[in-house]
């Protein structure tokens, strides 16, 4: 088909397609006047009659041309509609991941975090309530929205595995890479390579890791179990862990942190107010203020730093609670413990007289006791083997005492 006025054509110029506005013919040449279609820059061009053959038309304007791959037209769509669904899905990520969401999971999520235009936040919900679920939640709705791409997630040692592949990569369906020393060592690059990051608090603690990590910009951070960062005050000083140190640094180069706990006061103000500081050092700088803050958002009823609710507080869809309610019942020892004769067995372990090595009040002694006794509470079966264990261990060191005090006699 021919090329002609008004039709955009390809192939003309490396950079864009453009619009044909004049074709003049010049012997064994052909002069040809177009725009740019996307910088709509006007320019002319002379080609020759075999260029201008080779030329491909794409439409002519105010057209449509079917003559496209469909399969590939279907994914396109797809990623647009995928892309902009969070606009019309308020439950957008529960709706696409693998995980059946409680009604303090969904009010946690859509109701204190996203609504907040910079995420500063303390989770402290009780024990067992889904901190992580709310987190793959909240991750995911962020990067939907193009918020947050660059992620670090700061756990305990022992749950590195667990946040990369249980909760983040079967859950959500977001693949994390697990930075530990060995990785480190191959790639010390991998902390600004790697989009999204799992790691332990006590490996990015140390210096040289630190010094990597905290040299690249964060979209968001999240610390799990961020009672562990121990810092408090101590008379006119300050002692900050390792641990506090690094979440200090690394506070500072995020756009976004999560701090989550089961146990975020533990009795002591300066300690809470250190862990605040995380979020906003000058809103909570001294006790006194941070106290304020504190009722303040209690009294107002609107917390934008923190949230905590107790599993007496929790329901499901339907409204009934989802965790049973503790009873508590006196009874005699011999009720838990199998009869008088346990009670006997108890009394003789806790004798002055018949275990005097355990009864004195000294600190190993005494813990020793305290020991024992909790494995006659658990069982029979648990303290007869405590006792076995230890009589073994006795028996060791007598016959050890033996043979040195054997070897240093004086031969005749």
Request: with cysteine; charged share 25%.
């Amino acid at each position: 088909m021919p090329i002609e006025t008004g039709q955009i054509v390809k192939n003309l110029i490396p950079a864009e397609p453009v619009t044909v506005n004049q074709i003049q013919p010049l012997g064994s040449m052909v002069s040809i006047k177009f725009t740019g279609v996307n910088t709509n820059r006007a320019n002319t061009k002379v080609i020759s009659k075999d260029e201008f053959d080779a030329l491909e038309m794409l439409t002519q304007e105010g057209t449509f041309n079917f003559k496209g791959d469909p399969t590939r037209f279907g994914l396109f769509a797809e990623a647009e509609r995928i892309n902009s669904a969070y606009q019309f899905d308020p439950l957008f990520a529960v709706n696409c991941s693998i995980v059946d969401p409680l009604p303090h999971q969904v009010e946690a999520v859509y109701k204190f975090l996203l609504p907040l235009p910079k995420i500063r936040f303390l989770l402290a919900d009780d024990t067992g309530a889904g901190k992580t679920i709310m987190t793959g939640l909240l991750i995911k709705e962020l990067m939907m929205r193009g918020l947050a791409d660059r992620i670090l997630i700061v756990t305990p040692g022992g749950l590195t595995k667990q946040w990369q592949e249980d909760e983040m990569g079967v859950k959500f369906n977001i693949p994390f890479t697990l930075v530990n020393r060995s990785l480190f060592s191959s790639d010390p690059n991998v902390f600004h390579t790697a989009q999204r990051i799992v790691t332990s608090i006590d490996f990015i603690s140390r210096e040289e890791v630190l010094n990597v990590a905290s040299n690249s910009h964060w979209d968001l951070i999240v610390f799990d179990e961020c009672h562990k960062l121990s810092a408090y005050d101590y008379g006119n000083k300050q002692y900050l862990s390792l641990r506090y140190k690094a979440a200090q640094v690394l506070s500072q180069q995020c756009e976004h942190i999560l701090l989550l706990t089961a146990t975020p006061h533990r009795g002591r103000t300066d300690t809470f107010k250190k862990l605040l500081q995380l979020l906003d050092e000058d809103i909570f700088a001294t006790d006194e203020i941070a106290s304020t803050r504190i009722k303040e958002l209690e009294r107002n009823g609107i917390n934008k730093f923190f949230i905590r609710r107790l599993k007496e507080d929790m329901k499901d869809w339907q409204g009934s609670p989802l965790f049973k309610k503790p009873s508590y019942q006196n009874g005699s020892l011999s009720a838990y413990t199998g009869g008088k004769g346990t009670v006997r067995c108890r009394n003789k372990v806790s004798d002055k007289e018949e275990g005097r090595s355990f009864g004195n009040k000294e600190y190993p002694c005494f813990l020793a006791l305290t020991v024992m006794q909790r494995r006659l509470v658990s069982s029979i079966f648990a303290i007869k083997n405590t006792l076995e264990r230890r009589w073994k261990a006795l028996q060791g060191i007598v016959d050890r005492s033996k043979q040195k005090s054997e070897s240093l006699e004086p031969t005749t």
